[in-house]
């Protein structure tokens, strides 16, 4: 069964400041890697994802950076903004249909 | 263009009664999906549909719990017998996959508390 380790688990950043989440996984059927901004009472809202034909992605402020060889990829939030704080949780496809496979999840804040 | 839309989106019960939710998924979206999450934790796979077929079901999914797509568009998730444990928020999401592709937009969530 597929794990995806994700750390750390809380992360306070100063406004401006860059966030670094990390996630590892064990093994995947297909290449496609998303990470997912949840704020409380709501459900997960797709951020951003990347399949790894490229080592980097990146839409506005949000990039993924991915290492196949050493099965991790991590987000880089930069410049960081008080609406920013919510929890991201990664994931990694479960199986061979495409079910994913969630991190625990990382709480940012962004403190003004 | 509506999103992934679930009901109710809170559901209080009493231990052993039964539960249905509703998940309308972005139209023209051939799979749909049902996790669970629970409090600090990420979303777990429960089960997933392609269009009205139902094609793998997680472990965690006990013979307490069906799930419908009859005709490949809205989906219900039915708790039989309610247990404390099942309390958790019921969240659903849509796809429209191809090989390698699989976009997962989710759905607010039903919040079940069970008593």
């Known amino acids: 069964q597929q794990q995806v380790k994700q750390s750390p688990q809380s992360l306070i950043v100063q406004k401006g400041g860059i966030s670094i989440i990390n996630c590892a996984y064990e093994n995947t059927a297909f290449d496609y890697f998303p990470w997912y901004q949840q704020f409380p009472g709501k459900g997960p809202a797709l951020l951003i994802a990347?399949?790894?034909?490229?080592s980097e992605k990146k839409e506005g402020r949000f990039t993924i950076s991915f290492n196949k060889s050493a099965k991790q990829f991590s987000l880089h939030i930069m410049d960081s903004q008080p609406g920013d704080s919510a929890t991201y949780f990664c994931a990694a496809p479960g199986g061979s249909q495409g079910n994913l496979i969630f991190g625990k999840g990382t709480k940012l804040s962004v403190k003004p | 263009d509506t999103g992934v839309s679930q009901d109710p989106r809170h559901k209080i019960t009493k231990r052993g009664q039964n539960v249905t939710f509703r998940c309308d998924p972005i139209?023209?979206?051939?799979?749909l999906y049902w996790y669970r999450q629970t409090l600090g934790q990420g979303p777990e796979f429960l089960t997933y549909?392609?269009?009205?077929?139902?094609?793998?079901k997680s472990r965690l999914l006990s013979d307490r719990f069906s799930a419908e797509r009859p005709k490949g568009s809205f989906s219900t998730l039915e708790i039989q017998r309610t247990e404390q444990g099942d309390s958790a928020m019921y969240l659903c999401?849509?796809?429209?996959?191809?090989?390698?592709?699989?976009?997962?937009?989710f759905g607010p969530g039903t919040r079940l508390t069970v008593l």
């Open positions: 549909f392609q269009n009205e077929a139902q094609l793998e």
């Open positions: 990347i399949r790894p034909d490229v």
């Open positions: 139209s023209e979206h051939n799979r």
């Open positions: 999401a849509s796809s429209s996959w191809t090989s390698g592709n699989d976009e997962q937009f």
